[in-house]
């Protein structure tokens, strides 16, 4: 065979005879990778540079996480476990690639500041690329006149917005104000809809009578709440006509609002999370304080809540499948016990840790249970993403031209997870003992290995920011 590297068409790295798999397609090919992109798809290539030999296994894009919390300040002492050095290096023995975390607007606060600050806490960090959404919690006139329309155009194209919490929530006239300026400027609102007053009110009643404990936050944040909530964005966003994707969504009364506004042809996007197919509110309800660990907001909820998400994962009323990473070490006065081992659910910091977890759970439990396919895996958890938050077409794809994100899977390793084995800085994992078959092997990025047989390759501080184009909402 001719020597590639002597006919002006060399290789940096040809991954060999592995099974290729896109959001459409599964097929045999060798890839080859030149200047960090894919140059080259085909039954046989020349040699590379540098050779994987990926034969028997699945060579899949690198996941994009578009939803996940890192060094994300806090309003209640708290501090999130990981920064952008471990989160990304979690994520990127995971099989993630690419991930997208949140600048958060304090109230009173410059966008603009928010978003300085948080490449600040980012630069130099990362093992692998990422891009920002930001939180809008202060929609001024000037925050909406001025600094949002100029972040857009400087490649921030998504903002969550909130309904609950007393620090970050907008009111529905508010809402309206933002959908209004994202449907101008063609950028995309992520919504985090449950009721903040039903929550309230709940609260008051529980606490009343001392029902403090961590499985009571369950108790206080019901389906109704988060149903009317997200209902309630749907009917905000038909008014303005704008698109909304309606994040972490926990369960069939809020799946049902989103499956029937898209029926209606509405441009509504649903997003869930692994802890809505893994857990249930039995898992608030462990002894002592240990329920703590897995509060997250909405709640995991029940058996039957499980299967509805099964069902808007296989029947496309779901486009994204994301962490929800929000890490908060168990045992730490900075962590879920901030307010003390005693405290009422209330006080505890919502979230749980999952960006490593996120890939390898859904592939066991989704595709080699036969739940999905295997083209359904890579959309949810890479090429929809890439599409919906517009980092299409350099990530969530192998495709000729495409950034050379790549996870090399060996579909039959078998590996119970353990925290010990994640990489993340938090002190637990939601998913201990559990039993997974399919695990990233080699995950590359840009063209470099990064991890390999379970050891970093790749140094910290060369992923790269990325600036998210327009959203693409024909999904
Ligand atoms: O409980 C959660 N989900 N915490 C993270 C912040 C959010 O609302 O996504
Ligand atoms: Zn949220
Ligand atoms: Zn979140």
Redesign the pocket.
């Known amino acids: 065979m001719d020597d590639g590297n002597t006919m002006g068409n060399s290789f940096d790295l040809v991954i060999r005879g592995g099974t290729v798999a896109t959001a459409c397609d599964v097929f045999k090919a060798s890839i080859g990778i030149r200047d960090g992109r894919i140059v080259a798809l085909a039954d046989d290539l020349p040699r590379g540079a540098e050779e994987i030999d990926a034969t028997g296994k699945l060579v899949l894009p690198g996941g994009v996480d578009a ?1 996940c ?1 890192f060094d994300q300040p806090t309003s209640d002492g708290s501090r999130m476990a990981d920064d952008f050095r471990s989160g990304p290096l979690s994520a990127a023995f995971g099989g993630t690639t690419t991930v997208i975390p949140f600048a958060c607007q304090q109230k009173g606060q410059s966008l603009r500041a928010a978003v300085q600050d948080y490449h600040e806490r980012a630069d130099g960090k990362s093992v692998i690329d990422y891009a920002f959404h930001l939180i809008v919690t202060d929609p001024t006139e000037h925050v909406l006149g001025q600094e949002l329309p100029a972040l857009i155009r400087d490649g921030y194209t998504s903002f ?1 917005i ?1 309904t609950t ?1 007393d620090d ?1 929530k907008l009111n529905d006239r508010q809402i309206l104000e933002v959908l209004a300026l994202a449907k101008r400027e063609h950028a995309l609102t992520m919504i ?1 809809a449950e009721n903040a007053d039903i929550i309230a009110w709940l609260t008051d009643q529980l606490e009343r009578v001392g029902h403090t404990a961590p499985r009571y936050h369950a108790a206080a944040r019901p389906a109704i709440a988060e149903r009317e909530a997200t209902h309630r964005a749907i009917s905000l966003a038909e008014v303005i006509d704008a698109p909304i994707l309606v ?2 969504v926990s369960g069939g009364e809020a799946l049902n609002q989103i499956a029937e506004a898209r029926h209606r042809g509405l441009r509504v996007f649903g997003e869930t ?1 692994p802890q809505y197919l893994f857990l249930t509110a039995d898992d608030l309800n462990l002894s002592g304080f240990e329920g703590a660990k897995h ?4 709640p995991p909820r029940d058996g039957a809540s499980q299967q509805s998400v099964w069902r808007g994962i296989q029947d496309g009323t779901f486009q994204i499948f994301s962490s ?1 990473h ?1 890490p908060f070490r168990f045992d730490d006065a900075k962590g879920k016990k901030v307010a003390g081992d005693k405290a009422s659910f209330t006080h505890v ?4 840790p999952g960006v490593e977890t996120r890939l390898p759970l859904l592939f066991s439990e989704g595709v080699v249970k036969g739940k999905i396919s295997l083209p359904r895996f890579v959309q949810l958890t890479a090429t929809n993403p890439a599409r919906l938050y517009g980092l299409m077409p350099r990530k969530g794809t192998i495709a000729i031209g495409a950034d050379a994100d790549i996870a090399i899977w060996d579909p039959e390793k078998k590996v119970t997870v353990t925290n010990d084995i994640l990489h993340h800085d938090v002190d637990y994992t939601p998913y201990e003992g559990r039993q997974i078959v399919g695990w990233p092997q080699v995950v590359i990025s840009r063209g470099e290995i990064v991890i390999r047989d379970g050891r970093c390759l790749g140094k910290a501080g060369r992923g790269e920011f990325l600036e998210c184009g327009e959203p693409d909402i024909l999904l």
């Open positions: 939803h919390h969550k909130y919490y970050l985090h994040v972490h999370c509060i997250c907001s909405p929800d929000a910091p919502n979230g749980i």
